[in-house]
């Protein structure tokens, strides 16, 4: 089984690099205050770090071991260490530090649904901790064990199921192992003209038992749908035995548990496969590029498009400064294609009179039939044009589309520098989101000053609903203090997590609660929510042996 | 507070009438062997019914009258009965009886939520049930309190709490009170030119508060989504305090408290108010009417619309069944009419050599702007063509928009002249469909047979989702056994349920578990299901107060 990085995002070779970027080094340098040419940290020697020993009472390994084999047992250090934590900023931090926190005792590879039934039985029968694991890119510290949780603890690895089990096309359904990481269930899918359609930033990584257990969102998600509209039925084995709904395309039969399931993390059972909407791989697809004047005028526009009898797959507009981080990552151009920028230039600022500083970029997408594509399309312009905004082709469009998976590397290689970077996201009603983005901007800025720092924050919207939409920031700055980094960064995080909450929004859109947005929970969803929340999971898991402490404590 | 009948649908004063229909008596008579000229069975007198006396301990009803004033209790007879049962055929058959099983002790109305948590804080000092009431036409037996119940039963009937409170125009949001029935939401929204959008068979009687409760679905659902998905946020009383959920458009905070009220059925508290999506009333909105060659041939048409980049309002049609049925219920034609159905008849038989006694009428739904409605239009008529059908013109969508709420009267009129008519509706995968109509169809029979009677039944596709869509069953017949029509009924009802079951369906695509499905949940999401809903319910209510006994036992 592969794994990512121990001690960072994506395979072991694979970075992100600068000096195909003339415009990049200047804008870090300029925003952040770090020296890109500087030489990188060196990565730490895993060996190096001590590495508590591993727990296991002989008798629940013997148990595990007639359940998977001998084989798919694993306690080496690399194998706990990779299952330990997710991949969040904070994550990556405290690993490269060689704060592992609670290392789980053993890794198990379950191939089968029985499998993961039987490690259940040998779990709950020793009385240890069981936390299922995907692709670890959890960014929602989801994945971690309680630091002092004195039971044995078992992670679950799914690798081992990551089928397409079965395709109905009559009726659209795909049933896929909790295990198929994104890019195994397109191929597959693909191989017969289908498509799940769910392109989360995590996808090559990520897997749909861990798109469930987070109710991820993917980028076209506005055609396809998130994880829990395209998520028909579930298989969880439970700590009472296994839970079976039925792939019916909707019923009145509440409280569901199909829902119960979405965004429980693990704290509910194990999730071994789902029954998923697939869809034909469209005639044509195809994302456009938008430039608005300003921010303000973008967001209108995406306002009016949502009531539109438009429906594009891709709605995406970025702030200024989403903007320019865009442009500063622009490759070498060859002559012909400065020519075209000095062009484009002289025609944004002399005949359309835009502000460079403080245009915005936009994406938006089309899928379906020749003539589908063009009569959206045509709708959307119509819009956009309503709304100063105008059209600069497929160009953009293509580059975001190739290199919408690459943005965690950005993070590892700013990290590798010194720079702490970071994503939150919320969504909030159409009305509230310009006050939102205001409101949050304003608290980012006053808690950069706090922390001494020049910081620099960026968002977009995306996803948009007919009611409201996605707000995604993106933060970055260089700690004033190397020894109390992780201090400087929950100052920016939480007043960015608390501007959500003030002004409307959710805790999050799509990434989960796990411990990292637990302490928002009760401003949420009310204290009343949290109740029935731990109602549930008590109810369902008296023992606390699934994933003990996400969601609520 | 004005309420339906006591011992039928509706409004006292309108009822169904056959003498302007002139194929309907035949058509009755050969199907269910029932004289429509026969007198029709005279109401019983409230008065001669035996009614227990209600029970209110003095401080509990000293504390109610403290919390929604003296005027707001209600405890004569004729409100203990409105307020005993939903509408269901099995209501009606017993209220008609002087069976009124467990009768409220007391009907409260409170108009605020404030007020709302003051009857349930003075119901919960006392340990009395209580269950709230909207419009009381649920079939599925969630409004009636156990038979055996000793505590002190309490209606709380959301009638005053029927405002619209806030609209927000840019997000496309209504904030609504609970106890709003469907014409106040849409006068109310109709009169700033918006719509809700929500109109299920019963939206003349029913309540916002009991379509969330019931996880309800309405005739537009296929563009306005189900209650499901146009319910944003909800406020809800329970046992605990007051649950408060924001109106975000997507959260990936899970499981989901929102999700865990929809079909909740009371059991978790009383909702008062909840926001909502609500959209422009459209430039255009038009039924069309189809014909099929056959129902095989019906349903991939709809199967094929369902993914094809056509997006309709309604899509529905009838098996050749409900399509007689139909035609049985068309009114006196004019000369010039009855000269257009001799030509269609014509055209149908001679040019399109259609088997009338096989043929499916359908109507397809679109709404948007002039252009929206061709395009949209223009992709179904190639679809349907492609499966035999065509286009029959806006006329007979024009009367089913008109008449799409009368149903309910038409089966009051058959209990009158001693027939029992009722409806079930499941859905299932678009694959499944004619495998799972054929069995029922098949089931129903052979149940009609082992009872003795010339039974009818008939179905129709309603409510495409990407993956399946809903089968709506009606049957009707008339007892061979009047002492025990009750115990034929369920042998009918049963027989159509399991089939639901057996053949892939789920127990109800729209009308809730209550007591009348409970039966089958355990079938339907696997006792795993059914431990953790009620682990949910017994958490949050743990002296089962709350509307006891409904969706688990």
């Given at each position: 089984m592969k794994h990512m990085k121990w001690w960072g995002w994506g395979e072991e070779g694979i970075s992100f690099r600068h000096d195909d970027k003339p415009a990049f080094a200047a804008f870090v340098k300029a925003v952040i205050d770090?020296?890109?040419?500087?030489?990188?940290?060196?990565?730490?020697?895993?060996?190096?770090?001590?590495?508590?020993?591993?727990?296991?009472?002989?008798?629940?390994?013997?148990?595990?071991?007639?359940?998977?084999?001998?084989?798919?047992?694993?306690?080496?250090?690399l194998e706990r260490v990779v299952h330990a934590y997710g991949k969040g900023l904070r994550d990556l931090v405290r690993i490269r530090r060689g704060d592992m926190g609670r290392l789980p005792d053993l890794v198990v590879y379950p191939s089968s649904e029985s499998e993961v039934a039987g490690i259940v039985k040998a779990a709950l029968s020793a009385n240890a901790v069981v936390i299922p694991f995907g692709g670890g890119t959890n960014i929602s510290r989801s994945l971690e064990a309680p630091r002092h949780e004195r039971r044995p603890v078992i992670s679950i690895d799914m690798g081992r199921m990551s089928s397409v089990l079965e395709i109905d096309e009559v009726s659209r359904l795909a049933r896929v192992q909790a295990g198929a990481l994104g890019p195994d269930v397109e191929r597959h899918l693909n191989e017969k003209s289908w498509t799940l359609g769910h392109f989360p930033d995590s996808f090559n990584h990520s897997t749909l038992g861990g798109w469930i257990?987070?109710?991820?969102?993917?980028?076209?998600s506005d055609k396809y749908g998130d994880i829990a509209?395209?998520?028909?039925?579930?298989?969880?084995?439970?700590?009472?035995?296994?839970?079976?709904?039925?792939?019916?395309?909707?019923?009145?039969?509440?409280?569901?548990?199909?829902?119960?399931?979405?965004?429980?993390?693990?704290?509910?059972?194990?999730?071994?496969?789902?029954?998923?909407?697939?869809?034909?791989?469209?005639?044509?697809?195809?994302?456009?590029?938008?430039?608005?004047?300003?921010?303000?005028?973008?967001?209108r526009a995406m306002t009016a498009i949502a009531e539109s009898d438009a429906s594009p797959s891709v709605t995406r507009v970025s702030d200024a400064n989403e903007t320019r981080f865009y442009f500063a990552t622009k490759k070498h151009e060859t002559l012909a294609g400065r020519a075209k920028t000095a062009i484009s230039k002289f025609y944004l600022e002399r005949i359309k009179r835009f502000d460079v500083h403080r245009m915005c970029l936009s994406f938006i997408g089309y899928e379906g039939s020749e003539e589908h594509v063009k009569i959206q399309k045509r709708l959307v312009d119509d819009i956009v044009g309503r709304h100063g905004g105008f059209c600069v082709g497929t160009e953009p469009g293509e580059l975001y589309d190739q290199k919408k998976f690459d943005t965690p590397y950005i993070r590892d290689f700013l990290l590798d520098r010194g720079a702490l970077a970071d994503v939150s996201e919320t969504s909030a009603p159409w009305s509230q989101l310009e006050y939102l983005y205001d409101g949050v901007m304003s608290r980012a800025s006053k808690a950069f000053a706090q922390i001494g720092v020049r910081g620099y924050i960026m968002c977009h919207l995306a996803?948009?609903?007919?009611?409201?939409?996605?707000?995604?920031?993106?933060?970055?700055?260089?700690?004033?203090?190397?020894?109390?980094?992780?201090?400087?960064?929950?100052?920016?995080?939480?007043?960015?997590?608390?501007g959500f909450i003030d002004l409307g929004g959710t805790l999050s859109h799509h990434h989960a609660v796990g411990l990292e947005h637990a302490a928002w929970l009760g401003q949420d969803i009310s204290p009343v929510g949290v109740t029935m929340i731990r109602s549930l999971l008590d109810g369902v898991d008296p023992g606390h042996n699934f994933n003990p402490g996400k969601i609520v404590g």
């Open positions: 770090i020296d890109v040419a500087r030489a990188p940290a060196s990565m730490p020697d895993l060996d190096s770090f001590p590495i508590p020993s591993s727990f296991v009472p002989r008798e629940l390994r013997e148990s595990l071991q007639a359940v998977v084999g001998a084989g798919n047992l694993k306690d080496d250090p257990a987070t109710r991820s969102c993917g980028m076209q509209d395209l998520t028909r039925a579930v298989r969880v084995v439970t700590p009472t035995g296994v839970l079976v709904t039925r792939p019916v395309p909707s019923a009145s039969t509440g409280p569901s548990v199909r829902e119960m399931i979405l965004g429980s993390e693990g704290r509910l059972g194990i999730i071994t496969e789902a029954t998923v909407h697939i869809h034909r791989v469209p005639q044509k697809r195809q994302i456009y590029g938008y430039l608005f004047p300003d921010w303000s005028r973008g967001l996803h948009s609903y007919h009611s409201g939409a996605c707000l995604y920031f993106t933060f970055a700055f260089r700690p004033s203090d190397d020894n109390h980094s992780l201090e400087q960064y929950d100052v920016i995080k939480s007043a960015i997590q608390q």
